[in-house]
């Protein structure tokens, strides 16, 4: 067993750890910094879906890369198996690391309800792993077979579904609410509803998965709660993800509910020389402050960015405040995007809210060859005007348009300061100034102030 030391120890080596990793090597430059890298091949989390279709088609196009070491950081392929906060030390297999900072960023497991635990074993049932080997375990599996059933409708599994359909699949998915609810109220996930069936998928919304139905070591078929069979022969779990905190509550830290490391507003825990960051700690929601299951790489960079420019000095007064839950997908050629707080979820919380919609195209004059319908909708508090939510869809620009609304809600911008939004338009590349969708979905949120 040999002994290593180091100032900065990150356990995790997902976009949380590599940007801690990054912006700490940047602050201090005199500090050694280890990452510990538990697989010596990654996935990008997001990219996962598209590695079973056309869009990247193999594993291996969708390997991240742990970017360009600074010279004071080094990426070690080792697991941790224990943490021992009292003596500052990280023990694995063969080396104890000793530090002085350590940031948990050890991201998320794929959950898997109880319902589903023992169809586990069964060679045609998968979860969503994160790991190179997961991700091409399923692949290889499913590369002959004709029938897949996605099991959730969040969006790996909407992703999903539309990869392999375009494969040639014969694909089901089956979910308890309709398509991406949670982050779209009806009239936008509809739209993306309509493309799905348009593509092929077959729909079985409205009914939660009961049991997965097996003999002789494999699924079968998937049980609804009705009593409805239906038939299959591969299942896949994108039902979501889990802290991964064992580690943590071995070693003694609070964790908060959903069993996320607990944090302050710099990602601290309760001993200001550990931090955790990413997937594995607990978060809040910007908005209503609530306690926050949302997993997200762009959350998880922002909280690497606070954590990794703290260790030693708080930069800011202001941390990290909580995730405003802002998202973006395409479905077939249509972009879906959303931010913040949906209506649904502003009547859950008892907020008095307005809304604003508008349609119009994301280019100008809409004859230009590639111009589609863009919609965009905003939700506001009504005597404020504060933005809280947003959604959008059309083209791939809504990927950058709800960016904008984000940061309308971080920002704490009104409804006001959206009318008088100055904006570069330009007809081959946005919608027309005249009528761009996030100014006339304000002035129309306004008319109901």
């Known amino acids: 067993m040999t002994t290593t030391y180091t100032d900065i120890l990150i356990i995790g080596a997902g976009p949380a750890g590599l940007v801690a990793a990054n912006t700490a090597s940047e602050n ?43 010279p004071n950081m080094q990426v070690i392929v080792d697991t941790a198996i224990k943490v021992d906060i009292n003596t500052k030390t990280v023990t694995s297999a063969s080396t104890i690391y000793s530090f002085d900072k350590l940031i948990f960023a050890t991201g998320s497991l794929p959950f898997v309800h109880a319902s589903f635990q023992d169809a586990m074993h069964l060679e045609n049932v998968f979860s969503i792993g994160k790991s190179y080997d997961d991700v091409k375990r399923i692949k290889d599996y499913i590369e002959d077979k004709k029938q897949i059933t996605v099991i959730g409708t969040g969006f790996i599994g909407v992703e999903i579904a539309t990869e392999l359909v375009m494969m040639g699949k014969d694909v089901t998915i089956i979910g308890g ?43 079968y078929a998937i049980e609804l709660c009705d009593g409805t069979l239906l038939d299959a022969q591969v299942v896949l779990l994108a039902t979501g993800y889990q802290p991964n905190t064992k580690l943590a509550a071995e070693a003694g830290l609070k964790l908060a509910r959903y069993d996320g490391i607990w944090v302050d507003e710099y990602m601290r825990t309760k001993y200001k020389d550990i931090f955790a960051i990413g997937d594995c700690s607990a978060r809040r929601d910007f908005i209503t402050r609530d306690p926050s299951k949302v997993m997200l790489a762009s959350t998880s960079a922002a909280e690497a960015r606070v954590a990794g420019s703290s260790l030693y000095s708080l930069k800011t007064l202001k941390g990290f405040n909580g995730t405003i839950a802002i998202f973006s997908t395409m479905i077939g050629e249509r972009a879906f995007a959303s931010a913040g707080v949906t209506e649904s979820r502003a009547k859950e919380e008892n907020i008095d809210f307005v809304s604003g919609f508008f349609e ?64 570069a338009t330009q007809p081959l590349l946005t919608a027309a100034p005249t009528n761009y969708p996030i100014v006339k979905a304000a002035q129309n949120a306004l008319k109901k102030c």
């Open 28 to 70: 201090y430059p005199d500090k050694k910094i280890i990452v510990l890298k538990e697989f010596e091949k990654n996935q990008v989390p997001c990219g996962i879906p598209y590695v079973f279709g056309p869009t990247l088609g193999a594993v291996e196009k969708n390997a991240m890369p742990c970017g360009v070491p600074m």
């Open 177 to 219: 609410g309709g398509i991406l609810e949670g982050s779209f109220d009806p009239d936008m996930a509809m739209q993306a509803q309509a493309i799905m069936q348009e593509k092929g998928i077959k729909l079985a919304l409205g009914q939660h998965a009961k049991e997965i139905k097996s003999s002789q070591s494999k699924a």
């Open 360 to 423: 119009g195209f994301n280019r100008h004059p809409a004859t230009i060859p590639d111009a589609a319908k863009q919609s965009v909708k905003l939700i506001a508090m009504r005597n404020s005007g504060q933005i809280i939510g947003g959604q959008v869809s059309g083209g791939k620009e809504a990927g950058e348009v709800i960016n904008i609304i984000g940061l309308a809600i971080e920002a704490e911008l009104t409804l006001h300061n959206l009318t008088s939004l100055q904006i």
